[in-house]
């Protein structure tokens, strides 16, 4: 039993470890100049996290943190209407991810990433629609799946060396 509640522990303190990680990246992006002059479109800097813990870990605490990560970024943020617009897209994302995890070998993680990174810009562009209830901000689709692909090789491929070069480090284990 003692050994259930240190395992516990330890994974929740990895976790938290992670989370942080996640959200410090996503306030470090925030204030960054964007890469391109258009609204809307950012690296997605967290989302390496978000993949690295999906394809080293499991489901749960890729949800665990990618959710964390959404709800303190949009209450640090002070903009509560983000976290409509970052949750949609984030679970969205996340969904397509628990797919691709089934069918992608290790040294397609990459892939992920960039699915991943057009799920979360599709799931954002329909809450747009749906909250400002203008049909207008679906041409703004095309620039953002574009945005995604690009945005999205990035990060998945950031996710994929970080797995193939972290995995002997201790904190990292299961």
Known sequence: MAGSKKEM?????????LTTLALALYVLEAHLPPPVPV???KLGLA???????????NEKEAAAVL?????????????????LFSASGGLLAFLLLLLLKRILKPSQ????????????????IF????????????????LLMISGII???VTGITAQILLKRLRGVKILQD
């Open 9 to 17: 522990v330890r994974r929740m303190s990895r976790d938290a470890l």
């Open 127 to 142: 809450m747009a629609r749906l909250v400002l209830g203008r049909p207008e901000v679906l041409a703004y689709l095309p």
């Open 151 to 153: 945005t999205g090789l």
């Open 47 to 57: 989302n390496i996290v978000t993949l690295f813990v999906l394809f080293r870990f």
């Open 39 to 41: 609204p809307g479109i």
């Open 67 to 83: 959710f964390c990560r959404i709800l303190l970024g949009s209450l640090f943020g002070g903009q509560l209407i983000s976290l």
């Open 109 to 124: 993680i990459w892939v992920a990433g960039v699915f991943a990174a057009m799920a979360h810009n599709l799931g954002q």
